[in-house]
């Protein structure tokens, strides 16, 4: 799909990174099952990786990355770590392949036990094309991606949409998860996290409030059903 330079500028991380729900009826989905190369279940401070299994090419930085997020918000915004700790218990996966074929996150819900499955394309906080990016960078990019995949699978879990069969229902499921990602990084901004963090945020939260009133996103996104 052809996507145009100001959409691109305009939408950092939306236009870089695209957010897949998969479903079962799902026309998009790949009917593989998620390939988990190993599984293990950590623990870090305070307790923030409880109820999450950490599945696949995942690395260390992986998992400081997790942490260190998850405990950002669990110290600066309660309301949004409930939010998190609502939808678990979880599988947080990192399978390559999957960024190699242009999705860099997927959610699906729920396997055995319940679980919803987020498995990102790439190494938690980056992305295809993060070259140079800070630090504060990449931890905002990514907590607002777990956010908007977080939505997805409490919204399917609630059954809150139908599945993805046209462009309506596409929409509808890929806007809950596009405005929660606004709103945390909105309420990041209300925080004193530094000069970095609010360029940032305020660049993120501005092209992403903007593209949502775009057609030119919801193409990107649902434009398949179209035809």
Known sequence: ??????????????????LVIVTRN?????????????????????DVLDRITLAGEYTDADVQQLSSSLQLLQKQLPVWSQYIEEAKPLV??????????????????CIAGGRGVITFGFHLGQSPD??????????VTFI???VHEVTHIRDQRAGRFAPKT??????????SGLEKQVQVKRALAALNLGAAYQQVLDE???????????????????GMFDH
């Open 1 to 18: 799909m052809r996507t145009t330079n100001k959409l691109k500028s305009c939408f950092i991380t939306l236009s870089i990174i695209v």
């Open 26 to 46: 799902d026309a998009t989905a790949s009917a593989a099952p998620i390939p988990f190369v190993s599984i293990a279940t950590l623990a870090a401070p305070a």
């Open 92 to 109: 947080i996966a990192i399978d390559l392949n999957e960024g190699a074929r242009g999705r860099a996150a997927i959610a699906k819900c």
């Open 130 to 139: 993060d070259a140079g990016q800070a630090l504060a960078a990449r931890q």
């Open 144 to 146: 607002g991606t777990l």
């Open 166 to 175: 046209d462009r309506q229902s596409c929409v509808a499921a890929e806007k």
């Open 204 to 222: 993120q939260i501005n092209s992403e409030a903007t593209a949502l009133r775009s057609r030119e996103l919801w193409d990107m996104y649902c």
